[in-house]
T-cell receptor, first 111, second 116 residues
């Protein structure tokens, strides 16, 4: 089955850019998503990219997809303290709308 | 995007009891899912809630432990039966949205369950 990996922790200074990375194994993945989870809350869909795209930009968020290397990244420009959360990469594979989640990356934003 | 209401938001339960979690969506959706997030872990799919038929369970999850109902296209329940401390987790409902031709999955705010 699909395997999705992320680094566990990232610390950045306020105002800097954050880059969160994700790797996956199934080359037939169709959609790839980034979710944000704040303490005690559910998951907020931040952005997504379809597998035939290389890049997607949405305000401060930029998603890059390298299908050859099965690598996905999320760049947050001008990172703010409100961006502190756990970020999950998730991959949709197959026709049954099943998501496989990465381990989550805890982003800490320091002043 | 679909608005998902999940309740209760949290509960503390005694071992051996059962808890039913409700998920209500503000629009009709074809696909609804239930996920579990154990403490400090990622999310794992429990089952797909099928309208009008039995839920489809993932490996490691069984109907006797996690019975699911889906009486219509806007509502589903997940019951955690005969609870033990190992069932302490966040349980999340998810729905599929294909508005605009792109497939997106949205999540409810989750139910934080603690079993004593």
């Amino acid at each position: 089955g699909e395997d999705v990996e992320q680094s566990l922790f990232l610390s950045v200074r306020e105002g800097d850019s954050s880059v969160i990375n994700c790797t996956y194994t199934d080359s037939s993945s169709t959609y790839l998503y980034w979710y944000k989870q704040e303490p005690g809350a559910g998951l907020q869909l931040l952005t997504y990219i379809f597998s035939n795209m290389d890049m997607k930009q949405d305000q401060r968020l930029t998603v890059l997809l390298n299908k050859k290397d099965k690598h996905l990244s999320l760049r947050i420009a001008d990172t703010q303290t409100g961006d502190s959360a756990i970020y999950f990469c998730a991959v949709l594979t197959g026709t049954a709308s099943k998501l496989t989640f990465g381990t989550g990356t805890r982003l800490q934003v320091t002043l | 995007s679909a608005v998902i209401s999940q309740k209760p938001s949290r509960d503390i339960c005694q071992r051996g009891t059962s808890l039913t979690i409700q998920c209500q969506v503000d629009s009709q959706v074809t696909m609804m899912f239930w996920y579990r997030q154990q403490p400090g872990q990622s999310l794992t799919l429990i089952a797909t809630a099928n309208q009008g038929s039995e839920a489809t369970y993932e490996s490691g999850f069984v109907i006797d432990k996690f019975p699911i109902s889906r009486p219509n296209l806007t509502f589903s329940t997940l019951t955690v039966s005969n609870m033990s401390p190992e069932d302490s987790s966040i349980y999340l409902c998810s729905v599929e949205d294909r508005t605009g031709g792109y497939e997106k999955l949205f999540f409810g705010s989750g139910t934080q369950l603690s079993v004593l």
